[in-house]
C-alpha cells in the first residue's frame, strides 16, 4: 500500500504490544479491506494475531479454521455482530488460511474476537456456553437447566425498553453467576488432570467460555437496571467495553511471547479518551458517556499501547460527502494515507447526520499517535476499496508528471504486481479532450469508475453485447451519476462505467470489481504458467 512505509515507521519507533486500529464507520467497506493488507505487511513485520470487534467464544472456531484444525467454517456463526456476511471478513479468514499452511504453528498468525456476543438492543441466554463448559468438565447439568430455564427468555426484545422484563437480576441470574464462577474455578483446580485428557487448546477454550459467560451474565445485570433509556444504554455500553477491555488483556497475554497484535474495531472502542454517543434513536434523544476499551487498556500499558484513529474524508456510497474547510478530515486533505494528528488549534469537528459516523473531534486529535485517513478527494474512497482487495496493486500517475495533465490523478488497479497486464478497473477524473468528453468529468466533483465486465456480463447489464453498443450509444446520458452506464469509449472491449457511485449501484459495484478481478487473476495466472 502507498503508506506501508509511514506505517512501518510508527511501529519500529513506537514498538508496541497492542496496536489499536480503528473505524470512524462501519458502513464503509474501504477500512475492514485495508485493514487486510495491513495485516499482509504487519505479517511480515513480526505481528502474529489479529483481534477484530467480534465475539471472543465464537471466534474460536474462526482460529480452528485458520490454523487447518478444521476444513470449514461458518462465518455466520463465526463472526458476530453481522460482520460474518461482509466480503473483507471472508477475505480476511480465506487469507489467514492460505498464508498459515506455508508456516510452522509457532509462526502462524492467530486470529481473535475480542468482543462480548451482545448488542444494545439484547444478548444472548447463557445457557449454550455454560452446558458445553460442563460437557468440558465432565459437570452436572440439573441445576444449570433449571436456572437458565427457556434461552428465549434472555434475549427478548421487550427487555431493552422495560427493564423490569429483564432476567439478570433474578435470583436464578444471581445463582447462575455464582455458578459459573464455580465453573471456572473447577477449571483452573483441575487443569493438570484436564490438560492431560485433552489438551492444552481445549482446556483454554472451555476457560474463554467461562469467561465469556460471565461477562454476559454481568450484561444481562446491567440490562436488568432501571432507569431512562440514555442511562440504561450508558450502562450497557461501558459494560460492553469493560468486558472488551478484559479481552484484549487476556489476548495480550496469550500473545505476548508470538509478537505484538493488531486490533481493528470501531474508534469508539479503541480511543484513549471517554467515547461518547449522541443520537436520535427509536423516537428518543439519547445521550451516554463512557470509557471504552482502548481508554481502560491505555493506562495499563503505557507507550505499549498505540492507537490510530480512522478518519473518512468523504464518499458517496455511504451518502457521505465532502468535509466542510475548517475541519479535521478538511485539512487532512485529499489522499489516503496515515498522517500525523494535525496541531492546527482553530480546526473543529465536521458536522453530518449520517447515523453511526463518528468525525474526528478535538479528543480523539489530542489523544491518539496518528490518523489512518480516506482522503477527501472524489473518488479516494473507491480506491481504497479496490486497492483493499486480495492480491490488487494500484498505478496513480501523480499530478505534475511528464503524462498529459488530463490523466493527473487517474489510477490503475491490477489483479497482481505485473502492470503491464491491462487493469481491470479504473477511476479517472477528466475528460480525454476529443474522445472522452461525454461524462463531463471537467466539472467539479465529478470522477468516474471503469469496470472491465466481460462480454457475458456487459449483456447481462445492459440487454445487448458490446458489438452493438454503436447502435445504443446516441440514446444514452453517460453524465448519469450513480448510474451503471456503457464505457462511452471502451464499452466494445466489454467496459462499463459509473460517474460519481453511489448507495443505489453499491452492491452492483461489489459484485462487478469481485468479478473482474478473478478474471483478471485469472488472467495472469494463466500468462505467468
Request: hydrophobic share 40%.
Amino acid at each position: 500500500m502507498a503508506f506501508d512505509t509511514e506505517l512501518l515507521s510508527l511501529v519500529c519507533a513506537r514498538r508496541p504490544h497492542l496496536l489499536a486500529i480503528g473505524e470512524p464507520y462501519h458502513g464503509e467497506p474501504a477500512f475492514p479491506r485495508l485493514r487486510n493488507r495491513i495485516l499482509e505487511t504487519l505479517a511480515g513485520h513480526g505481528f502474529r494475531s489479529i483481534a477484530i470487534e467480534s465475539d471472543r467464544a465464537a471466534g474460536l472456531a474462526v482460529d480452528d479454521y485458520i490454523q487447518g484444525h478444521r476444513d470449514e467454517v461458518d462465518l455466520s456463526t463465526g463472526i458476530s455482530h453481522g460482520w460474518g456476511a461482509h466480503p473483507a471478513t471472508r477475505e480476511l479468514v480465506d487469507w489467514l488460511r492460505e498464508h498459515n499452511e506455508k508456516l510452522p504453528p509457532a509462526e502462524r498468525v492467530t486470529f481473535h474476537g475480542f468482543d462480548a456476543p451482545t448488542e444494545i438492543t439484547g444478548a444472548p441466554s447463557p445457557g449454550p456456553l455454560l452446558r458445553e463448559l460442563c460437557a468440558y468438565l465432565g459437570a452436572a447439568t440439573a441445576d444449570l437447566d433449571r436456572l437458565v430455564g427457556e434461552d428465549d427468555r434472555w434475549s427478548a426484545p421487550e427487555i431493552m425498553y422495560d427493564a423490569s422484563r429483564s432476567p439478570g437480576r433474578s435470583p436464578e441470574a444471581a445463582a447462575l453467576r455464582g455458578l459459573a464462577e464455580d465453573l471456572r474455578s473447577q477449571l483452573y483446580a483441575d487443569a493438570p488432570r484436564l490438560i492431560g485428557d485433552t489438551s492444552a487448546e481445549a482446556w483454554n477454550r472451555a476457560r474463554v467460555l467461562a469467561t465469556t459467560a460471565i461477562g454476559l451474565l454481568t450484561y444481562h445485570a446491567a440490562m436488568a437496571e432501571p432507569g431512562t433509556q440514555s442511562q440504561r444504554i450508558g450502562h450497557l455500553l461501558a459494560a460492553r467495553d469493560a468486558l472488551m477491555a478484559q479481552n484484549l488483556l487476556d489476548i495480550l497475554a496469550t500473545e505476548r511471547d508470538r509478537g505484538p497484535v493488531l486490533v481493528w474495531a470501531n474508534n469508539a472502542h479503541l480511543q484513549r479518551h471517554p467515547s461518547r454517543w449522541d443520537t436520535h434513536w427509536e423516537g428518543q434523544d439519547l445521550a451516554a458517556q463512557w470509557n471504552g476499551a482502548g481508554s481502560i487498556v491505555s493506562p495499563l500499558l503505557g507507550d505499549r499501547y498505540l492507537y490510530v484513529a480512522g478518519s473518512l474524508g468523504a464518499s458517496g456510497p455511504v451518502g457521505l460527502g465532502q468535509p466542510e474547510a475548517g475541519t479535521y478530515e478538511e485539512h487532512l486533505g485529499p489522499q489516503t494515507g496515515i498522517f500525523a494528528p494535525p496541531a492546527d488549534s482553530d480546526l473543529r469537528a465536521r458536522v453530518t447526520d449520517l447515523l453511526g459516523y463518528s468525525p474526528l473531534d478535538a479528543g480523539t486529535i489530542e489523544t491518539c499517535d496518528a490518523i489512518l485517513h480516506i482522503g477527501s478527494e472524489p473518488g479516494a474512497a473507491d480506491a481504497a476499496r479496490i486497492a483493499g482487495r486480495p492480491g490488487v496493486t494500484e498505478t496513480r500517475i501523480e499530478p505534475g508528471s511528464e503524462m498529459p495533465p488530463y490523466t493527473w490523478g487517474d489510477r490503475f488497479f491490477f489483479a497482481g504486481e505485473d502492470r503491464r497486464m491491462r487493469p481491470f478497473a479504473t477511476i479517472v477524473g477528466h475528460d480525454v479532450p476529443g474522445f472522452d468528453e461525454r461524462s463531463r468529468l471537467s466539472e467539479p466533483g465529478r470522477y468516474r469508475l471503469n469496470i472491465e465486465v466481460g462480454r457475458a456480463e456487459f449483456r447481462n447489464l445492459f440487454g445487448y453485447g458490446p458489438e452493438e453498443f454503436a447502435a445504443h450509444s446516441d440514446k444514452l446520458d453517460f453524465a448519469q451519476t450513480d448510474q451503471l452506464m456503457p464505457h462511452p469509449a471502451y464499452a466494445v472491449q466489454g467496459w462499463a462505467s459509473l460517474v460519481n457511485p453511489g448507495p443505489a449501484t453499491a452492491d452492483a459495484v461489489e459484485r462487478l470489481l469481485t468479478q473482474a478481478r478473478a478474471r483478471a487473476a485469472d488472467r495472469e495466472h494463466r500468462r505467468s504458467r
